[in-house]
Structure formats: structure tokens, C-alpha cells
């Protein structure tokens, strides 16, 4: 595929078996409500190397003094509510929602929940596949609330083996975070192993 927008395909459905085919081959969806379901593997693709996430100080210093607590996956579906929650509007429609709480229920998709006095005040979900996790969105209702859920995903991904974050398209926040642009090519040559390292999906249930 030599188009830069990565566009692949478009149809299909969303049950698990077919996200997970998808995922291991670096595809993913993404459409708006009035489109078919769109398949897409971005060149350049974004990616965060555990080991270059970068923490600012003021991120250190927020994370320390705002009272900010981090929990795993005891709020998936609200923040998935949390991503879909744009002034812009979402891509993030009840079909992919419902999509991804299925893969939830299976033990693949997982959310970092940053709360703050028993409030969720941001977060983020992703899908992990043997040794990748492959972010989707995040959200934030609170100072680097975002960005602390992240830290959080990389102390947990290097505890369990984890090298590699697929953040799919660039942003400026992440790239301030230490992810970078890297080919289409690189990205799939390191795929493979990981999504095919042996792993029992489950609950990550483990507290930060």
C-alpha cells in the first residue's frame, strides 16, 4: 500500500475475531458515522518506545501534587464515553464502542483511569496483542490528567515485557511524550514478533 494516508479497505464488521486479525497485521479502524467501516495503516506511522517515554518535570510535579490516583480497568466503558466526548464531534460511534467493549470482555482491550477524589478526570484504552499494546484515544478533564495514564500504560508495559506503544497517527502530544514518526515498513518488521509472542489475555488489575 503506497498511499500516505494508509487508507486499506473499507467494509467488513467489528466482532473480535476480526479486530484481532486487523490488529496483528498493523490495520485498524477508523471512520465517521455516515462512512463504511474504514481500515487503515498509516505511513509513517507514530510509535512510543517504552524506554523514550519522556516526563517533564512539570508532568512529575503534577502527577505528585494533584492528588491524582491511577486504576486499571475498573472504568472501561466510561472511558471509552470519555474519548468519544468531542466538541469536534467522534469517530468513536456506539458501534465501535460496543466493538471495543467486546474486546474488553475478552481480556484484550484495558483502560488507565486517572481519578482524582473519586472522580475520572482522564484516561486512555488500548488493545494488547502477546507483547504490543496498541493505543486508541485518550482523555483528559483535568491538568495532564491524559498524560499521566500514560505514564502509568508505560511502567506497566515495561513491568510485563512490553517495548512498544502503536500510537497510529502523530500528534503533538505525544510527540512531547517521546513518540515518533517511524515507516510503515519498521513498524510491521517489529509487529510480528510481539503480536505473536505467547501471552493469555485477562484483566489487568494491578493499581499504579
Not at 42 to 49: A, G
Request: charged share 20%; with cysteine; proline share 4%.
Amino acid at each position: 500500500m503506497r498511499e500516505p494516508n494508509g487508507l486499506l479497505a473499507a467494509g467488513g464488521d467489528l466482532s473480535v475475531a476480526r479486530l484481532l486479525q486487523a490488529y496483528r497485521c498493523g490495520v485498524f479502524p477508523w471512520y465517521s458515522a455516515a462512512e463504511p467501516i474504514l481500515w487503515w495503516s498509516p505511513d509513517p506511522r507514530m510509535v512510543l518506545y517504552c524506554e523514550e517515554l519522556k516526563v517533564s518535570r512539570s508532568l512529575a510535579k503534577n502527577a505528585r501534587n494533584k492528588g491524582y490516583e491511577v486504576r486499571i480497568d475498573t472504568a472501561f466503558e466510561r472511558v471509552l464515553e470519555g474519548c468519544a466526548d468531542r466538541e469536534e464531534g467522534t469517530w468513536l460511534g456506539g458501534s465501535m464502542r460496543a466493538a471495543y467493549l467486546g474486546l474488553h470482555g475478552s481480556g484484550y482491550a484495558h483502560s488507565f483511569e486517572t481519578w482524582r477524589d473519586g472522580q475520572l478526570v482522564g484516561g486512555l484504552y488500548g488493545v494488547a496483542l502477546g507483547r504490543m499494546f496498541f493505543g486508541e484515544s485518550m482523555f483528559s478533564r483535568a491538568t495532564d490528567a491524559s498524560k499521566v495514564a500514560l505514564v502509568a500504560l508505560v511502567g506497566e508495559l515495561r513491568a510485563r515485557g512490553f517495548p512498544l506503544i502503536d500510537c497510529q497517527m502523530h500528534t503533538r502530544l505525544l510527540a512531547s511524550l517521546g513518540a515518533r514518526d517511524i515507516s510503515r515498513r519498521t513498524f510491521l518488521r517489529a509487529l510480528g514478533p510481539l503480536v505473536n509472542y505467547p501471552q493469555v489475555p485477562g484483566t489487568w488489575n494491578v493499581a499504579t
